[in-house]
């Protein structure tokens, strides 16, 4: 078996490589490096079953040879990102995710998206169960990110109608653990970074605004449940239904750091959700799928791996 996981050098993208050779397949990883690292493909130098191609999916490239699954996972994912590069990051949901869906049609492969808690916006429903159609503003600057993924499934829900392509969607909830970069600026990477090396925590807004965090080693399998169940669409929502505030979470990593953190604060970004937790029973009825490491564990494995990684010399 051999798949393709574009994104394969970016956080959720080298835990699903790791992933895919653990099940004994190959892979091939398209990365353009844009967010990803270049250690996430050194790391396997020496792995015969591993290929490499350096390119933006939304450009010229392809793959030789039989493909079984696609994995598609490139896009700029965390809010500073996004907003630094909205131009790319409508082009990569859009014009690179519709290469990607064409290379699994010529393929005859399944393909599984990565979507996103994102496109139900500023939620009027709370948890969120796959069938609430969102609140999201189109025009404001999080519109990049969240309508363009909107955008992959209106497509990929067409392919999939007309019979054309094996397609499954997962919808990703804030997701974090080892490899997140430390200068995501996403909440968990900023807080733990900021503890360790003695800085105030960065709470945006009043910090009263939750999310519900899951570990990657979690969503990972999620994934794979999804991507083993030939001919299912969903889509499905992939994340932990363990809510907390922001300002909780600073406390938490706190006393898990050992660190007697301040806090700083600053605006709340525009269009900022005030609250996010996903319904997973879809997930579990169908795929038999819940995540197993409660938060505590996860930020203690993601403290771990962050205290024994060297600190970029730009991390917040
Ligand atoms: N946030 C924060 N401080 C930070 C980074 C983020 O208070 O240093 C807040 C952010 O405003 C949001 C939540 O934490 O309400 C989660 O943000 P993140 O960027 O991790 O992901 P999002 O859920 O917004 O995509």
């Not at 909107?150 to 094996?166: F, I, P, S, T, W």
């Not at 795929?287 to 930020?299: D, F, H, I, S």
Request: charged share 20%; glycine share 10%.
């Amino acid at each position: 078996m051999r798949a393709v996981v574009t994104g394969g050098a970016g956080f959720i993208g080298s835990h699903l490589v790791d992933a895919v050779l653990d099940r004994g397949w190959s892979v091939v990883v398209v990365d353009d490096f844009s967010s990803g690292l270049t250690e996430n493909v050194t790391r396997y130098s020496d792995e015969p079953r591993f290929e490499f191609i350096e390119a933006d999916i939304c450009g010229d490239w392809s793959v030789e040879g039989p493909v079984d699954l696609v994995l598609n996972f490139a896009s700029p994912a965390s809010p500073p990102k996004f907003l630094e590069r909205p131009l790319e990051t409508l082009e990569v949901g859009s014009t690179g995710m519709k290469k990607v869906a064409e290379m699994a049609i010529a393929k005859g492969a399944r393909l599984i998206q990565a979507s996103t808690s994102e496109v139900y916006g500023e939620p009027q429903v709370h948890p969120q169960p796959e069938e609430y159609w969102g609140n999201v503003n189109p025009i404001g600057p999080r519109s990049v990110y969240d309508e363009s993924k909107r955008y992959a499934e209106a497509l990929l829900g067409a392919y999939h109608r007309m019979g054309l392509l094996d397609v499954g969607i997962v919808r990703i909830f804030n997701t974090y653990g080892p490899r997140l970069h430390a200068t995501d600026g996403r909440v968990v990477s900023n807080f733990v970074h900021q503890a360790l090396s003695g800085k105030p925590l960065s709470v945006y807004g009043t910090g009263k605004q939750t999310r519900s965090f899951c570990y990657v080693g979690d969503l990972v399998r999620g994934i794979f449940a999804l991507a083993d169940r030939r001919g299912e669409f969903g889509p499905v929502n992939l994340g932990n239904p363990q809510e907390i505030t922001v300002l909780e979470l600073a406390q938490v990593v706190g006393e898990l750091t050992g660190v007697s953190v301040s806090l700083e604060y600053s605006d709340l970004p525009t269009d900022d959700p005030t609250q996010r937790k996903p319904d997973i029973t879809r997930a579990q009825e169908l795929l038999g799928w819940q995540p197993e490491v409660n938060l505590r564990e996860g930020l203690l494995r993601t403290i771990e791996w962050f205290q024994a990684s060297v600190l970029p010399a730009d991390a917040v």
